[in-house]
């Protein structure tokens, strides 16, 4: 213990002085690549079509990638789009925001053999910004008509993925949310140097044209009624994802500019969509010319930190509780957010938030990473004694999301939730204990992904079409 403590006194004492950012800096690296024809197709000619796909058994889609790849090398590239759509509804969204390092990438057999992997989702990008701009990508016209109407509640990657679905098979699709724009947490919580706006705006427009429905601005459970909307409907699907940001209980807290990540990162996202954002305009929200610390350690700390530096942050700091190899976030994202000068303090847990009226330090002390717990993960314990102070204008909190109590907001007890509170489903027909209720998305699996979203808001259109079957088929019999 004594040689840990003198081991942590050293490094205190070489912390390097804060490093500033260089705001003049206007060529921040991106989390995908820009290609050409040229770029696409050499990277698509690396593919050995090795025969064991793990790239594909890797995708949360199982998208037919060497099938792609290949016509992609072949200069085929309507046909390439046509494959990679057939199992994706939002390719060149995945093809830049999936954390490919962790799916297909990281599975490459090529980046298995140390040769570097096929940058597949550069590719994926590619193939359907191109089919975008050729005009190959069209709404959805169904053969023919249902009259069977489903209500989704949520506009966000799983709640747009199952509408199209429904639509392909003839449905009547209304999506609700409470939101002013359709995207979710792809146009609110995503920033706009990972994933443009207007990527999103288009996918919005092709499903309106598509025939989908929209009714933005129902906050269902407060202004309008679950109840009602169920009545309204011949199936509902909840696709509300999950927003209660986890909060820390500490001294300090309730000062001036502590502010929860997704408050920071959606006022600067309806900044960049042209919004009047007065908590923006006025500085509180503008990271400009400050020291600003997030803490935490996921995605969504990264995207604080990087939106922080864009702003124009006098200084960043990551403040993480676990080292970098156990840390949640893409580690292609923290070599980009390091790159751009952002600095990482980890095993390091803050203390208390100093200052009067507004922050002007986070104390925070070192932790070192104890025994596994339960689910395997080793345990962080503070090390006594071991406090520092970071000089802080700012603080970020983005330490995770649960979901909202939704038995409750629905005033629907009969829903049951896990222990978790996400929505259970049963296995095969993804329904809610309520019948005709189905449930997708990050309300079912906790915060995941913009790919799984979609995976599951497809399996799930997939599931409604057969129940809304045999409730129709039990109709006739019962007519007869
Ligand atoms: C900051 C941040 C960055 C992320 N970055 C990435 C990334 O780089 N790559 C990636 O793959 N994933 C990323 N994710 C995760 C990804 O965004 C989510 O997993 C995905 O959006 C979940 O989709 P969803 O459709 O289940 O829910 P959401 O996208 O959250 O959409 C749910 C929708 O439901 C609406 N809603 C909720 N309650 C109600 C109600 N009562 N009435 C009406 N409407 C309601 C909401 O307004 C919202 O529009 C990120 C998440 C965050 C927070
Ligand atoms: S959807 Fe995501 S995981 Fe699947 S191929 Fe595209 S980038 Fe890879």
Redesign the pocket.
Known sequence: MANRMLKFVELERAMPEKRAIDTRRQDFGEIYEEYDAEAANAQASRCSQCGVPFCQVHCPLHNNIPDWLMLTAEGRLQEAYELSQATNNFPEICGR???QDRLCEGNCVIEQAGHGTVTIGSVEKYITDTAWEKGWVQPVRPVSERQQSVGI???????LAAAEQLRRKGYQAHV????DRVG???IY??PNF?LEKEVVERRSDLLRRSGVKFHLG????GAASFADLRGRHDALLI???V?KARDIRLPGAGLQNVFA?MDF?TASNRKGLGDAVPDFDDGILNAGGKNVVVIGGG??AM?CVRTAVRQGARSVRCLYRRDRRNMPGSQREVANAEEEGVEFIWLSAPEAFLGDARVEAVRAQRVHLGMPDATGRQTPQVIEGSSFTLEADMVIKALGFDPEDLPQ?FDTPGLEVTRWGTVKTDFTTLMTSLDGVFAA???VRG?????W?VRDGRDAAEQIHRYLQNQAAAAAVAAE
């Open positions: 925001i999936c954390p509640i949520g506009a966000g990657p799983a709640g609700y949310d409470r939101y979710g947490l792809m919580g995503i990972k129902s906050d269902i459970g696709a509300t994802g927003y990540a990162l995605d969504t995207d907001l998305g990050d309300i915060a995941s992904l913009v790919v979203a």
